[in-house]
């Protein structure tokens, strides 16, 4: 067993074995971040679905309404007039064919890639290097499209994709633990819809098994899933 450090054991005596309230949760959650950088706010969700089957996967983006906390920088791959619509909507790095060769190279100065329909073929010689990063474009995940101006903005200001694991679970970053309580269940409340609306048609019986959340270097922290589901969003803030 790896030794668990003394700030851990510390924290994770705060932390009661029980299902917590979603804001006193997030509270709690912030105040076990002591970490000496900004932690990210970390939901883990397990899921009754077993993703080995395709129709019991997972996969989508979630538009956080308070922001990521992060800055992300976009990288676009187009060709023709399309790379200088890339450009006016504010991607941080923009190429065709070119851009193709320098990521195989090793270019990695990016968060997310998105590219034109037309281009797929070309960046599909991509996957071995994009695909074990989370990076490779796809139409699921809302980086496969024309409507490039539309996807650079919606990343830049929040927007998320994410996956169930081969295992079921869920995992993904909410917000910063310097956002406040209400900020963070606001994007907690949007992740939790997210989920329920994106049910695998595939996925039997009780589709929610357990949520917890944490800071990075924080103790997990479980969430009451019914009281969460079942909060208002006028409520939530």
Do not use: C
Not at 97 to 119: C, H, N, S, W, Y
Not at 137 to 158: C, H, N, Q, R
Not at 180 to 195: G, M
């Amino acid at each position: 067993m790896p030794k668990i450090s003394r700030r851990l054991q510390t924290l994770q005596a705060k932390v009661e074995d029980k299902d917590y309230l979603p804001l006193e949760a997030l509270a709690l959650l912030k105040e076990t971040a002591t970490a000496k950088f900004t932690e990210a706010a970390e939901a883990h969700v397990r899921l009754g679905i077993d993703p080995k089957y395709t129709d019991q996967q997972l996969r989508t983006t979630v538009a956080l309404p308070k922001g990521t906390g992060q800055i992300v920088r976009v990288a676009v791959i187009a060709r023709g007039e399309k790379v200088n619509e890339a450009s006016n909507a504010g991607a941080d790095i923009v190429g065709s064919e070119e851009l193709i060769d320098e990521i195989q190279k090793g270019r990695m100065d990016f968060d997310k890639l998105i590219a034109t329909p037309d281009v797929m073929p070309q960046v599909a010689r991509l996957g071995k290097l994009l695909g074990p990063r989370g990076l490779m474009p796809s139409p699921k995940g809302g980086t496969v499209t024309f409507d490039l101006a539309g996807a650079i903005a919606e990343f830049k200001a929040g927007k998320l994709e994410f996956r169930a694991d081969r295992t079921g679970i869920v995992h993904v970053m909410f917000g910063k633990t310097t956002f406040s309580p209400e900020d963070l269940l606001v994007n907690l409340k949007a992740l939790q819809e997210t989920i329920d609306r994106n049910r695998p048609s595939g996925a039997k019986g009780r589709y929610w098994r357990t949520f917890y959340v944490s800071a990075t270097m924080g103790p997990s922290i479980k969430i009451d899933v019914t009281a969460l589901r079942d909060l208002k969003l006028s409520e939530a803030g």
